[in-house]
């Protein structure tokens, strides 16, 4: 289904001006997505705070584990907006930690939290109980429709006559999900998520290089459908109709957003934003665009991973920002008050855009903010 607000008020100016800009944006020979949670929302999947929600009251956590939760969530009183990644996140660190201690032969090793006593072991059970949990409220029925659109919207030819390039797309996804790996095989676009095979792949790098990529895709997060199984720390996909004693012991892999400590060491998260560096860092003579939608900036790893990758490009990357704010906030905000990146940076938002020294704002709703409009605008309507 398509979205039907109305895209009129993008044809005045100077919002109009900043529409054509974009079209020409994506001419450029790299062009690079960052997908977050606001992409697969239209696709009937929950946000955030939804998530945090049926996570936490599902039947699939025990009491154990709920006893856990409490007593981390109790560690996060007074803010509004903590949730289900943050909570996990924490339970990493705390894992962690106790490792660390038993490690280094102490003799206190657990973890005292609300008035228990938590074993590295026994915190690791529930946190891959939680994962199994997010993955089992995402992986549920949903429709690819806008998202197929937005595939063909991407890899249609920009000009008539003109030559598609022979560098793939790169898409930096950080939802769990597959809608992104979907539409494309659904659209017969030719692309790699890392996993060598079929129905049931294994990791392999080397398929992010191979030749005649019309995209690329690194699940920064992971991915509900890639596990961990006891004898190989790197992902693989198995099909639902396997079983043997090693598959059946399976982890989900997911790395919640603010992951600090264990788990942002390992690969293959390190190899996936060792690529990423390379991607949004151009050589010299070449010109990357980035565009980032559905993204809150509320993960400040990929804050500053962006944030570095502006100010060592030198100029050759660009970012394009779709915001459901109203005007410049917070990283966004640093952004456009730098003399030295705002150039560089062009703020498509809810109520205004800006790039450089210009800001135009707007009394009415810009549309474009959504991900199903902003779809329409890159597939030439207008």
């Not at 697969?40 to 939760?69: F, Q, R, Y």
């Not at 294994?202 to 459908?225: C, E, P, Y």
Request: charged residues 25%; aromatic residues 8%.
């Amino acid at each position: 289904m398509e979205a039907n607000d109305d895209l009129s008020v993008l044809r005045t100016e100077p919002f109009a001006k900043a529409v054509a800009d974009l079209e020409g944006l994506m001419t450029q020979s790299g062009r690079t997505f960052l997908i977050g949670a606001g992409c697969s929302s239209c696709a009937g999947l929950p946000l955030t705070a939804e998530l945090t929600e049926k996570t936490l009251n599902s039947d699939k956590i025990n009491k154990e584990t709920k006893t856990l939760l409490d007593a981390i969530r109790k560690q996060f009183d007074g803010s509004s907006d903590a949730n289900i990644e943050d909570f996990l996140s924490e339970l990493i660190d705390l894992i962690a930690i106790a490792q660390r201690r038993n490690e280094r032969g102490a003799s206190n090793a657990q973890i005292e939290l609300g008035g228990k006593s938590y074993t590295a072991k026994q915190l690791q059970l529930s946190a891959e109980q939680i994962k199994r949990t997010i993955a089992i409220v995402i992986d549920q029925e949903v429709s690819v429709a806008r998202h197929r659109s937005f595939i063909k919207a991407v890899h249609r030819p920009v000009r008539p006559g003109k030559s598609d390039s022979n560098q793939p797309v790169d898409y930096l996804v950080l939802n769990y999900d597959t809608l992104i790996e979907d539409a494309l095989a659904l659209e017969k676009i030719s692309f790699s998520d890392g996993l060598g095979g079929g129905a049931t792949a294994w990791w392999d790098m080397q398929t992010f290089r191979q030749s005649g990529l019309s995209a690329r895709v690194l699940k920064l997060h992971g991915s509900i459908n890639w596990c961990e199984l006891s004898d190989d720390p790197l992902p693989r996909r198995i099909s639902g109709k396997l079983t043997s004693p090693e598959i059946s012991d399976r982890r989900v892999v997911i790395w919640p957003a603010s992951t600090k400590y264990q788990e942002a060491q390992r690969d293959p998260y390190v190899q996936l934003t060792n690529l990423a560096r390379e991607i949004l860092r151009p050589i010299r003579g070449a010109q990357t665009v980035l565009t980032i939608c559905g993204y809150r900036f509320r993960d400040s790893h990929i804050n500053l991973e962006v944030d570095r990758a502006l100010k060592e490009s030198e100029g050759r990357l660009t970012v394009v920002v779709f915001t459901s704010d109203d005007g410049p906030e917070g990283q966004l905000k640093s952004w456009h008050e730098d003399q030295i990146l705002r150039d560089q940076v062009r703020i498509y938002s809810k109520k205004g855009f800006f790039h450089g020294s210009d800001q135009y704002v707007s009394e009415n709703e810009l549309p474009w903010w959504k991900f199903e409009n902003m779809t329409r605008l890159l597939g030439g309507e207008r």
